[in-house]
């Protein structure tokens, strides 16, 4: 049971370089998210799928795109990668949208953008 | 100013000894507070959950306390071993409306050693 898995765990960008970070998950879990994190910051939101069909921004959205392509998966695009954007972003998914479920974390993607 | 705050920042303990770990929260009102361990290069795992009308939770060598009335919660780790070293993160999660939102602390990194 691999839980939260996302792809690649390093990345190195250019200014202005697209990328899109990948997350699948095999718990059959309805709604998934997008966080990054920043030192000295905690976790923040920056897109979520309720439910397969729908996302939603979050706190942090500027300069990113989501795509729920189906239940397992949930991926995260940069347009046009900007050095502000250097930060380690994770997906979760939790079986419900209701907070009071545990939601398990990806290990991580870290990405430097020059 | 953060409305999830930790303390201390980083912490160093001999293996062994036990550590407390603190957490203040400004948001309100709240459905539930949980504490997440973070290995290094790894996403956030759940150790404890809490509802507002719970005061305390214990998970093997880990017991988090929450106060309401104070908004602070605590987690204390009993006989700490090498593989406690980790960042620990106090989440809230806040209602707001309808819809319910998680505001995550920075953490606080405990390193154990020999």
């Known amino acids: 049971n691999a839980g939260v898995t996302q792809t690649p765990k390093f990345q190195v960008l250019k200014t202005g370089q697209s990328m899109t970070l990948q997350c699948a998950q095999d718990m059959n879990h309805n709604s998934m998210y997008w966080y990054r994190q920043d030192p000295g910051m905690g976790l923040r939101l920056i897109y979520y799928s309720a439910s397969e069909g729908t996302t939603d921004k979050g706190e942090v959205p500027n300069g990113y795109n989501v795509s729920r392509l189906n239940k397992r998966e949930f991926s995260l695009r940069l347009e046009s990668a900007a050095p502000s954007q250097t930060s380690v972003y994770f997906c979760a998914s939790r079986k419900t949208w209701d907070l009071n479920t545990e939601a398990f974390f990806g290990q991580g993607t870290r990405l430097t953008v020059v | 100013k953060n409305q999830v705050e930790q303390s201390p920042q980083s912490l160093i303990i001999l293996e062994g000894k036990n550590c407390t770990l603190q957490?203040?929260?400004?948001?309100?009102?709240?459905?539930?507070l949980r504490w997440y361990k973070q290995d290094t290069g790894r996403g956030p795992v759940s150790l404890t959950i809490m509802t507002f009308s719970e005061n305390t939770k214990s998970n093997g060598r880990y017991t988090a306390t929450l106060d309401a009335d104070t908004k602070q919660s605590s987690l204390h780790i009993t006989a700490s071993q090498l593989s406690d070293s980790a960042s620990y993160i106090c989440v809230v999660s806040l209602i707001t409306g309808t819809a319910s939102k998680l505001t995550f602390g920075t953490g606080t990194r405990l390193q154990v050693t020999l």
């Open positions: 957490c203040n929260y400004t948001v309100s009102p709240f459905s539930n």
